[in-house]
């Protein structure tokens, strides 16, 4: 871990693409068969590779305590430290410095904590051992094993770069190595392959999922200049899941790769009764007269480990199939989406349910594309997945050839709590506002955002924020919490960033509530269940 | 002895005397010749003569009805029945810590601080005091600075490998005093370099005290094959954005923080400040000795609240003033 964190300090301080790879590569060759694939998940941001189903569950309140704990600071000035710091890896590493052993961390030590961390079920165990871990450690080996606890590193380093890392440092194709990491969705063992030589032999295995093709979210029409270059499927609210089939034997795996065959019977049913072999990715849905229901209906189902003696009355589920990503031993994942689908449509022409072809739509003009979107809604699906044409099956990418366009979730009302000066025209105002939600009687922030105000707006809020000024931490003015705002957002994830523990995805700011009071906002309480509701194994 | 505090300074009426008033006032103390100390113009300034000379660079032809006295380094003087005494605080070329003596009470004012000695002037002398005024700018434990040879083999190397690169090195410095040290070290290196005139103003006067930067030019807007440059941090966007010729290093307290490259822009951050770090300022209060600290700039409840868990009467009056006035 020693030898990996000065690496990745050597990366953080390259803005070239190209130094940060070249980096990265020579620090891989020297690494032995072991700790190459550890290597890997680390640079990831990942503690367990990508078919692992243990989670650390390691929250940001657990690290602050141990830090409190094993560096003998108040929890005041440990929070004050981290939100300043901005990472809690980088201020943990800050507030150890001078009062650690120092003792070497080597990669495999740190799987092994991880694997501890994941084992232990209370927060208090965990905390105990991150303490001390804490003062066992070297602080800059401590930095990047608590980023690979919250799962980003920041150093500006995208997977596509440590993909071509390790090409370079095998001296393999990185054409190659991408499209093997593609198809196994496992740069460990890409890399391991492309070391050896292999990777031709590299292909997606049935019943071992392939990384899910994911879509980028956009907020309205307006951000699609060619509506015409697109196939249109509905976004269902359902449980995205691969469906792998062989010879009879079918299973199901869901985002995470869980394996969620027992829960479904009557879809394992149906797809043993096609012929050959596939890889289909699809949506499981609640599915009754023609109609996909609510979620909510199928969540109970997804607990279940084994296959019940008696089908249970419960809600039928649907498979509704809209890409196929390898068709009796042929690859389909780099040929264009209309071939995939021609492809699948022939396989599942004689099927019929609970096994179904997503409808494809094509629209000439963006007046059209607003009517399917509403048209969507009205089947009580969430919206329009937008796919475009001629692309490939860019597996575990959220790259921009796959759209979607729901509505927002319910909006919420927060409290600005910093301000910080924009960019650009906005240079002289303060434009980007941290918000926070109530939690007890104080405010915790759930994210920043830029947009959403007029200009006059925010040159009406730079003064009213002036005039609450508290402090200033650097550029980023502290400020009374006073005013209240109305944010949409896209979902709600988990943060270290935020004192809450989570952070709004793409917020944006609705109006400012001038009759709102600080007090009116909506609390943690409201969040958490946001999180909760929208389920991470939901949607592409 | 009585002290006020408020937005626009601190106030000792039982002498008349301002540290660092923000307004013109009718008798002032100033630190050092930072504009936020050294900002407005007064009757009667006492000051070290260094900060006098920047004062009148900064003041050019405002200054006909002001009385400049020059306070040199531990030599004491009387004032309205007090006992002044200036003491080295290594921050700036100048800078200095004023010491006041008044009816048997001893009161340390810091200004801005440093304990590492500098690479441009005198190294800090503490002296002991009942009660003591102290900055915070770093006042949170995650501060940890470079001494000033690890800071200067940073500056060098970054320098030289840049050039070996057929790149430009940027350096990215305070206009005043991180400025002229960081060229003074290229400049003994023998490193060729270009100075922005925010920064080269200054440097016969740095040479005059003893550190001298042979081999400069004037950076005139155009970046120069073969050379440093060295441009004070808020012109760092004048700069051509994403040219690969460039290479930016930020040489600042900020840059102990990885936060530093998303606001300036700069890859290297060479945590070299011409403040004091957390541990320094500790140590500068355990030195003092004082049983009384009021804590100013920064992050001063923060350090407040340090000390006072560890025992110390601490507060940080100005922040109180300035959420009374919001309260």
């Given at each position: 871990m020693d030898a990996l964190a000065a690496i990745a300090e050597r990366v953080a301080s390259r803005n070239s693409r190209l130094e940060k790879i070249r980096c990265i590569a020579g620090y891989l060759s020297s690494l032995s068969d072991e700790d190459l694939p550890r290597a890997l998940r680390f640079l990831s941001?990942?503690?367990?590779?990508?078919?692992?189903?243990?989670?650390?569950?390691?929250g940001h309140a657990s690290l602050r305590e141990a830090v409190v704990a094993a560096g003998g600071w108040d929890p005041e000035t440990v929070r004050l430290c981290i939100r300043e710091v901005g990472d809690i890896g980088e201020a943990v590493s800050l507030l150890m410095r001078g009062k650690t052993e120092g003792q070497p961390l080597s990669l495999g030590e740190a799987e092994r904590l991880y694997a501890e961390l994941a084992r232990s079920r209370r927060a208090e165990q965990k905390e105990n051992l991150l303490r001390e871990c804490f003062l066992r450690y070297r602080p800059l080996a401590l930095k990047y094993f608590v980023k690979v606890i919250t799962g980003d590193?920041?150093?500006?380093?995208q997977a596509k770069m440590l993909e071509e890392a390790v090409a370079l440092a095998a001296g393999a194709d990185p054409a190659e190595v991408r499209q093997a990491v593609r198809r196994t969705g496992d740069l460990a063992e890409t890399a391991l392959a492309a070391r050896r030589g292999?990777?031709?032999?590299?292909s997606p295995h049935l019943f071992r999922p392939v990384d899910f093709m994911l879509a980028r979210p956009i907020?309205?029409?307006?951000?699609?200049?060619?509506?015409?270059n697109w196939l249109i499927e509905d976004k269902y609210d359902g449980i995205r899941a691969q469906a792998h089939v062989a010879d009879g034997r079918a299973a199901l795996f869901s985002r995470?790769?869980?394996?969620?065959?027992a829960a479904f019977p009557e879809l394992v049913a149906a797809l043993e009764r096609l012929l050959g072999s596939a890889i289909l990715d699809g949506e499981i849905v609640a599915w009754r007269g023609g109609r996909v229901l609510p979620f909510s209906a199928l969540q109970?189902?997804?607990?279940?480990?084994e296959v019940p003696l008696f089908l249970p009355l419960e809600t039928p589920a649907a498979f509704i199939a809209y890409d196929l990503l390898l068709r009796d031993g042929r690859?389909?994942?780099?040929?264009p989406i209309e071939e995939r689908r021609v492809e699948l449509e022939r396989l599942l022409a004689a099927a019929g349910e609970p096994l179904l072809v997503a409808p494809q739509f094509t629209v000439a003009g963006r007046d059209e594309l607003e009517r399917l979107f509403e048209q969507a809604r009205a089947r009580g699906n969430e919206g329009l997945v937008l796919k475009r044409r001629?692309?490939?099956?860019?597996?575990?990418?959220?790259?921009?050839a796959w759209l979607k366009w729901k509505r927002p979730l319910a909006t919420l009302d927060v409290v600005i709590t910093a301000a910080e000066q924009g960019h650009?025209?906005?240079?002289?105002?303060?434009?980007d506002y941290t918000f926070a939600v109530r939690a007890g009687d104080r405010f915790v922030n759930v994210g920043k955002a830029y947009s959403g105000l007029t200009d006059e707006e925010i040159r009406e809020l730079t003064e009213r924020l002036r005039e609450l000024a508290v402090a200033r931490a650097g550029p980023l003015l502290i400020v009374r919490p006073e005013i209240v705002l109305e944010v949409a957002f896209n979902g709600v994830q988990k943060s270290a960033r935020h004192d809450s523990g989570f952070a709004l995805r793409f917020p944006r700011i609705v109006?400012?509530?001038?009759?709102?009071?600080?007090?009116q906002t909506d609390d943690l309480d409201r969040v958490r269940e946001i999180y909760r509701r929208q389920s991470s194994v939901s949607g592409p | 002895m009585r002290i006020e505090f408020s937005g626009d300074g601190i106030y000792l009426p039982d002498l008349d005397l301002w540290l660092d008033p923000r307004r013109e006032c009718r008798r002032a103390w100033i630190s050092h010749a930072h504009r936020d100390h050294a900002g407005a113009v007064h009757r009667e300034v006492f000051a070290t003569a260094e900060t006098l000379e920047f004062y009148r660079l900064r003041h050019e032809g405002a200054l006909e009805n002001s009385a400049l006295h020059a306070v040199p380094y531990g030599q004491a003087r009387e004032l309205a029945g007090a006992r002044l005494t200036a003491y080295p605080?290594?921050?700036?070329?100048?800078a200095a810590q004023l010491l006041i003596e008044w009816r048997g009470e001893r009161l340390l004012y810091t200004g801005d601080i440093k304990l590492r000695s500098p690479i441009c002037g005198r190294s800090t002398e503490l002296v002991r005091a009942d009660r003591l005024i102290i900055e915070?700018?770093?006042?949170?434990?995650v501060f940890h600075f470079l001494d000033r040879q690890q800071a200067r083999d940073r500056i060098v190397s970054f320098a030289r490998q840049c050039l070996e690169e057929n790149r430009v090195p940027v350096f990215l410095g305070h206009e005043l005093g991180r400025g002229q040290e960081i060229a003074h070290v290229l400049g003994q290196a023998g490193v060729p370099i270009q100075v922005h005139p925010a920064i080269a103003r200054y440097l016969p006067a740095y040479a005059a005290a003893g550190f001298p930067t042979p081999g400069w030019s004037v950076y005139e807007g155009e970046v120069a094959a073969g050379a440093a440059l060295i441009l004070p941090?808020?012109?760092?966007?004048?700069l051509p954005s994403g040219s690969r010729r460039l290479r930016v290093a930020y040489v600042s307290g900020?840059?102990?923080?990885?936060n530093a490259r998303a606001r300036t822009g700069a890859e290297e951050l060479i945590p070299y400040s011409d403040h004091a770090d957390f541990d320094e300022l500790m140590a500068i209060v355990e030195a003092v000795g004082a049983h009384e600290v009021d804590v100013v700039h920064g992050y001063t409840d923060a350090f407040a609240r340090i000390l006072t868990l560890r025992g110390w009467l601490a507060r940080a009056p100005q922040q109180a003033r300035l959420e009374e006035r919001n309260g």
């Open positions: 941001g990942r503690p367990f590779g990508p078919r692992d189903a243990r989670r650390l569950a390691v590193l920041r150093i500006g380093l292999e990777l031709e032999q590299i907020a309205s029409a307006a951000e699609i200049p060619d509506p015409e995470g790769f869980a394996e969620v065959t109970q189902r997804l607990a279940r480990k690859e389909l994942l780099d040929r001629g692309s490939r099956y860019e597996a575990g990418r959220r790259g921009g650009g025209k906005r240079a002289g105002v303060l434009s109006r400012w509530r001038r009759d709102k009071r600080p007090d | 605080a290594a921050h700036i070329l100048g915070s700018t770093f006042g949170l434990p941090p808020r012109l760092r966007s004048s900020w840059a102990a923080l990885d």
